[in-house]
C-alpha cells in the first residue's frame, strides 16, 4: 500500500461502532470474569502508589482544581476536577512499574483506563455493570491498535501506554458518556491528537514515565468531553494517510486492529505482574531466583548471562542504572536482585518497588548487575507469544561450574495466571494495614462483583 495512502478499512469508524455497541451479556463468561481482577489489580497498585512523591507532586500540581464535574480521588476521601483526578488516580496506579501488561501492544491498558473510566462514572451516574462494559471497550480498542503498530511504534521512542492508552480512555468514556458511535468517533479522533508519549527515560531515567497513564487518562476524559460538546475529530484519524497508525509506526497494519472484532478479546491476553518492572523481565528474575534459592549464592557468583528477547536489548538490557526508575527497567539489575533477595524471603518472590528504591545502590547486587550481560536467545525468540516473554539464565560460578534455568510461562502471564484469588490476597495483604481487615473485607465484596452496583460509589469507601 502506498503509504500517503489511507487504509480501505476504516479502522476508526469500525472500533467507534464497535466499542458503542458492545453489550454486556453477549461478552463470553470467562473474558467477564477478568475484568473484576483487572479492577482489583489496578486498586492494589494504586494502594501502593498513592503516598509516592511523584503522586504527592501530581496532587500538589492538580489537586485543588474544583468545579461541577468532581470524581474522587482514590483513598483520599475528597473530590477534584475528573480530568485530574483521573491524571493523579492514572499517576498512583501507573507509577509503580507494577501494573497489567499486554505483550503484543506493549501497553498498560489498565492504569489508563480505570482511572478515566472510574471518573467518568461518577460524574455520568453509571452503574457498576456500565463501568464493566466501557472499560473493556478501551481495553480492546488499546490493545488492538497497539498490536497494529508494534514493536516499530517502541522502537521508534513512544511508549505505548500513553499514546494508545489515551484512545482506550477516551472510547471507556464516551462510552460511559453514552455517546453514539459517530460521537465516540469523534473522541478517539481528538484522543489520537492528544497522544504522545517519549521512551527516552530508558535511556537517561527521570520521572516521565511514572505520570505517562496520569496524562493518558486526563487525555482520554478531556478527548469525551470535546466530543459530548460537538467538536469533532478525524473520521479516519488512526487509518489516514497522515493519521495515528502511520506518525506512529512504520509498520501500521490495520487489520490487526479490526480482526475478529467483538468475536475474540485480546483483553484476555493480558498478564499481572509479580515484580514492579517490565513485563519482559518477569521470566528472567523468576528464573535468577530459582537458581538462587537451589545453592547459587550472590557472593559465589562470577557472572550471569540472560537469553532474551531481540526487542528488550535496547530498552530493558542497561546494567548500569542510574535512578530507580531505570533500575526497573534493567533486566541485569532485576536479576542481580532476584539471586540476592531470594535465599532469604519466604514464599514465591516478589520485588516490590519499594525494593528498587532500596537497594539500589547496593554494592553487591550493582557489582553483580555490572557483570550480568543480556544476549539474544533463538530459543526465547522462537517461544515468545503475544501473552509472554521467556528468559534463560545462565549463571556461571567463581569455582568455573555453571547453572541453567529456562522459564517460558512466567507467573502471571495468561498460561501461568495470578488467579483471582491470589490478586484478592496481594490487595487484601497491601490494604488491610491501611484500612483495617473489617473494610477491606467489605471492599472486596464489592468489588468481586462490581456488575451488581447501581453505582460506583462503594469503590471510592477506602480512605485514610
Given at each position: 500500500?502506498?503509504?500517503?495512502?489511507?487504509?480501505?478499512?476504516?479502522?476508526?469508524?469500525?472500533?467507534?461502532?464497535?466499542?458503542?455497541?458492545?453489550?454486556?451479556?453477549?461478552?463470553?463468561?470467562?473474558?467477564?470474569?477478568?475484568?473484576?481482577?483487572?479492577?482489583?489489580?489496578?486498586?492494589?497498585?494504586?494502594?501502593?502508589?498513592?503516598?509516592?512523591?511523584?503522586?504527592?507532586?501530581?496532587?500538589?500540581?492538580?489537586?485543588?482544581?474544583?468545579?461541577?464535574?468532581?470524581?474522587?480521588?482514590?483513598?483520599?476521601?475528597?473530590?477534584?476536577?475528573?480530568?485530574?483526578?483521573?491524571?493523579i488516580n492514572g499517576t498512583a496506579a501507573g507509577g509503580l512499574d507494577w501494573d497489567d501488561s499486554h505483550v503484543a501492544a506493549i501497553i498498560h491498558p489498565g492504569v489508563c483506563i480505570w482511572p478515566a473510566a472510574l471518573a467518568t462514572a461518577e460524574i455520568a451516574g453509571a452503574?457498576?455493570?456500565?463501568?464493566?462494559?466501557?472499560?473493556?471497550?478501551?481495553?480492546?480498542?488499546?490493545?488492538?491498535?497497539?498490536m497494529s503498530i508494534q514493536p516499530e511504534h517502541s522502537l521508534r521512542g513512544f511508549q505505548g501506554t500513553p499514546t494508545c492508552g489515551a484512545l482506550g480512555a477516551a472510547v471507556a468514556c464516551a462510552r460511559l458518556f453514552r455517546l453514539p458511535a459517530e460521537r465516540l468517533r469523534?473522541?478517539?479522533?481528538?484522543?489520537?491528537?492528544?497522544?504522545?508519549?517519549?521512551?527516552?527515560?530508558?535511556?537517561?531515567?527521570?520521572?516521565?514515565?511514572?505520570?505517562?497513564?496520569?496524562?493518558?487518562?486526563?487525555?482520554?476524559?478531556?478527548?469525551?468531553?470535546?466530543?459530548?460538546?460537538?467538536?469533532?475529530?478525524?473520521?479516519?484519524?488512526?487509518?489516514?494517510?497522515?493519521?495515528?497508525?502511520?506518525?506512529?509506526?512504520?509498520?501500521?497494519?490495520?487489520?490487526?486492529?479490526?480482526?475478529?472484532?467483538?468475536?475474540?478479546?485480546?483483553?484476555?491476553?493480558?498478564?499481572?505482574?509479580?515484580?514492579?518492572?517490565?513485563?519482559?523481565?518477569?521470566?528472567?528474575?523468576?528464573?535468577?531466583?530459582?537458581?538462587?534459592?537451589?545453592?547459587?549464592?550472590?557472593?559465589?557468583?562470577?557472572?550471569?548471562?540472560?537469553?532474551?528477547?531481540?526487542?528488550?536489548?535496547?530498552?530493558?538490557?542497561?546494567?548500569?542504572?542510574?535512578?530507580?526508575?531505570?533500575?526497573?527497567?534493567?533486566?541485569?539489575?532485576?536479576?542481580?536482585?532476584?539471586?540476592?533477595?531470594?535465599?532469604?524471603?519466604?514464599?514465591?518472590?516478589?520485588?516490590?518497588?519499594?525494593?528498587?528504591?532500596?537497594?539500589?545502590?547496593?554494592?553487591?547486587?550493582?557489582?553483580?548487575?555490572?557483570?550480568?550481560?543480556?544476549?539474544?536467545?533463538?530459543?526465547?525468540?522462537?517461544?515468545?507469544?503475544?501473552?509472554?516473554?521467556?528468559?534463560?539464565?545462565?549463571?556461571?560460578?567463581?569455582?568455573?561450574?555453571?547453572?541453567?534455568?529456562?522459564?517460558?510461562?512466567?507467573?502471571?502471564?495468561?498460561?501461568?495466571?495470578?488467579?483471582?484469588?491470589?490478586?484478592?490476597?496481594?490487595?487484601?495483604?497491601?490494604?488491610?494495614?491501611?484500612?483495617?481487615?473489617?473494610?477491606?473485607?467489605?471492599?472486596?465484596?464489592?468489588?468481586?462483583?462490581?456488575?451488581?452496583?447501581?453505582?460506583?460509589?462503594?469503590?471510592?469507601?477506602?480512605?485514610?
Amino acid at each position: 500500500m502506498n503509504p500517503a495512502q489511507s487504509s480501505s478499512i476504516a479502522v476508526t469508524d469500525e472500533l467507534a461502532r464497535f466499542a458503542a455497541a458492545l453489550d454486556w451479556e453477549t461478552v463470553p463468561p470467562h473474558v467477564q470474569a477478568i475484568m473484576p481482577v483487572l479492577m482489583i489489580d489496578m486498586f492494589r497498585a494504586a494502594a501502593v502508589g498513592s503516598d509516592k512523591p511523584w503522586t504527592r507532586a501530581v496532587g500538589q500540581a492538580f489537586g485543588s482544581a474544583s468545579g461541577a464535574d468532581c470524581a474522587s480521588l482514590l483513598y483520599a476521601g475528597r473530590r477534584v476536577e475528573a480530568g485530574r483526578a483521573a491524571f493523579i488516580n492514572g499517576t498512583a496506579a501507573g507509577g509503580l512499574d507494577w501494573d497489567d501488561s499486554h505483550v503484543a501492544a506493549i501497553i498498560h491498558p489498565g492504569v489508563c483506563i480505570w482511572p478515566a473510566a472510574l471518573a467518568t462514572a461518577e460524574i455520568a451516574g453509571a452503574s457498576g455493570r456500565e463501568l464493566l462494559t466501557a472499560v473493556l471497550a478501551g481495553y480492546e480498542v488499546a490493545i488492538r491498535v497497539g498490536m497494529s503498530i508494534q514493536p516499530e511504534h517502541s522502537l521508534r521512542g513512544f511508549q505505548g501506554t500513553p499514546t494508545c492508552g489515551a484512545l482506550g480512555a477516551a472510547v471507556a468514556c464516551a462510552r460511559l458518556f453514552r455517546l453514539p458511535a459517530e460521537r465516540l468517533r469523534d473522541a478517539l479522533g481528538i484522543a489520537a491528537t492528544f497522544a504522545c508519549g517519549l521512551s527516552q527515560f530508558f535511556v537517561s531515567g527521570s520521572d516521565i514515565k511514572r505520570f505517562h497513564a496520569g496524562k493518558a487518562a486526563a487525555n482520554g476524559i478531556e478527548a469525551a468531553l470535546l466530543a459530548r460538546a460537538g467538536l469533532t475529530g478525524p473520521r479516519d484519524a488512526i487509518e489516514g494517510s497522515q493519521g495515528f497508525g502511520r506518525a506512529f509506526s512504520d509498520r501500521f497494519d490495520p487489520s490487526t486492529a479490526v480482526k475478529d472484532l467483538g468475536r475474540h478479546f485480546p483483553t484476555e491476553w493480558v498478564s499481572l505482574k509479580p515484580h514492579a518492572g517490565s513485563v519482559r523481565m518477569q521470566a528472567a528474575i523468576e528464573g535468577a531466583a530459582m537458581l538462587a534459592r537451589a545453592g547459587a549464592r550472590v557472593e559465589q557468583v562470577a557472572s550471569m548471562e540472560l537469553g532474551v528477547h531481540g526487542a528488550m536489548m535496547s530498552k530493558l538490557a542497561a546494567n548500569r542504572p542510574v535512578d530507580y526508575q531505570q533500575a526497573q527497567l534493567s533486566t541485569p539489575f532485576a536479576a542481580a536482585m532476584a539471586v540476592a533477595l531470594a535465599p532469604g524471603r519466604e514464599g514465591p518472590l516478589t520485588l516490590s518497588v519499594d525494593d528498587f528504591e532500596q537497594y539500589l545502590d547496593d554494592p553487591a547486587i550493582r557489582d553483580l548487575s555490572a557483570r550480568t550481560r543480556c544476549v539474544v536467545d533463538a530459543r526465547v525468540e522462537a517461544l515468545t507469544t503475544a501473552e509472554a516473554v521467556p528468559a534463560r539464565v545462565t549463571i556461571t560460578m567463581k569455582d568455573g561450574s555453571r547453572v541453567e534455568q529456562f522459564v517460558e510461562h512466567p507467573k502471571g502471564c495468561p498460561r501461568n495466571p495470578i488467579t483471582a484469588d491470589e490478586v484478592v490476597q496481594r490487595f487484601a495483604a497491601i490494604a488491610a494495614p491501611r484500612f483495617g481487615a473489617g473494610p477491606v473485607d467489605a471492599w472486596l465484596e464489592q468489588a468481586r462483583h462490581p456488575e451488581r452496583l447501581a453505582s460506583v460509589a462503594p469503590l471510592f469507601s477506602l480512605r485514610g
